[in-house]
C-alpha cells in the first residue's frame, strides 16, 4: 500500500496462497482477512489524504 503523498511504501501485506490460484480462494477466510486489512489501509491512507 502506497502513501498518498509523496508516493512512499506504506505498508507490505504478503500473500501466501499457492500458485495457480483457483477462483473460490476468494471465499477463503484468508483471502477475506487480507482483503479486510487492505480495505482499511486503503481507507486510512486516503482520510489522511483528504486531511491535507
Known sequence: VFSARPGRIKTE???D???PRHYTIKTSPE???I???L???IR???MA???H
Open 17 to 19: 496462497f499457492p500458485h
Open 13 to 15: 501485506i504478503a500473500v
Open 35 to 37: 482483503k479486510a486489512r
Open 39 to 41: 480495505t482499511e489501509e
Open 44 to 46: 486510512a491512507e486516503s
Open 49 to 51: 489524504a483528504a486531511e
Open 31 to 33: 483471502f477475506m482477512e
